[in-house]
């Protein structure tokens, strides 16, 4: 452990589209990003320490070369035993303007979520005593708390508070699709660094035909509101309507931002998909129907069926890979490659 030389991180923010403004932050007044705090939260998202055997890390099961979630189906926990779902993203989390967490949305804020992994038996396996103990015994902490919040005791609340600013720092806005929006200010508008098919692939996805803008909405294209995306027709994951038992929410998941989707596979809240034209084609001709489906995705009594050619299908997936940010991918401010800094 060590202190770090860290650049701002406060004021990083994503272009608006037009008529969209800040409202979509979910970062509570009492926990604005400072350097000190986030860098705090960064040191604590790769120490191992945050888990009983000392072998997982956050940083085990979000790796930032894949914007910061797992390229496994179902992530490795502290014993060898798998996670009940695939490990989201965490890019962009400050944007999702409803502020809950996890697939099933059963953490009211990015405040609570950072700690249940910590406790839970198979990711991490300590308790919040635990934690407070282990991380009490490491002298190195007590400078870092210190210089976060004037105060060198750790406790839970003060590590769930810098967690919490790391994870808000980790901004994705400098990918292809920024450099062409930055030119129009208008995401409609043809661009001009993209391709054709990078521009067809655009106007699909603005459009009434595939309706994907209306559920990843905003420049983080993000979802605000859990759907049930017609996965299955017999439900076996609740998802929110397992958490708050309304039948209305019954299969509905959190929706990710598709921000550096290229690198975040494999996709849904299972990992059943491990390309990107298979998530396509799931649109495009696998919605399943159930009572539970949500509107977007229906056509009368029955699932929208899409009917994209094959070259559209190309466009849309062109487009998508538009959405890296290899700048993130690899920004330093982000990684454990720790600065240190003479004391």
Known sequence: LCSLLYSSLSHRALPSFPTRRSSY???PNFNTISNAGATLGRVL???????KNNMVSCASCHDQSK????????SVGFEGGLTGRNSMSLANAKFYRNGRFFWDERAANLETQVLIPIQDH???GLTLT???????????YAILFK??????????????????QFVRSMVSYQSKFDEGLAQTNDPRRPFSNFTNSENRGKQLFFSPQTNCAQCHTTAAFI????RNNGLDAVLTDLGVGGINNRNNDYGKFKVPSLRNIEVTGPFMHDGRFTTLEQVIEHYNSGVQNSQYLDNRL???????????STSDKTALKDFLLTLTDRTFLNDEKFSSHLKIIKR
């Open 25 to 27: 932050l979910n970062s």
């Open 45 to 51: 998202f790769y120490d191992s320490a945050l888990s």
């Open 67 to 74: 914007s910061f979630s797992d390229d496994k189906k179902l």
């Open 122 to 124: 198979v990711e991490m």
């Open 130 to 140: 635990e934690l407070e103990n282990k991380l009490n015994a490491i002298p190195q």
């Open 147 to 164: 210089r976060a919040f004037n105060d060198s005791v750790v406790t839970s609340q003060k590590v769930s508070l810098a967690l919490s």
């Open 223 to 226: 979802g605000d509101n859990a």
């Open 298 to 308: 229906r056509q009368g009594n029955r699932a929208r069926r899409l009917n994209l």
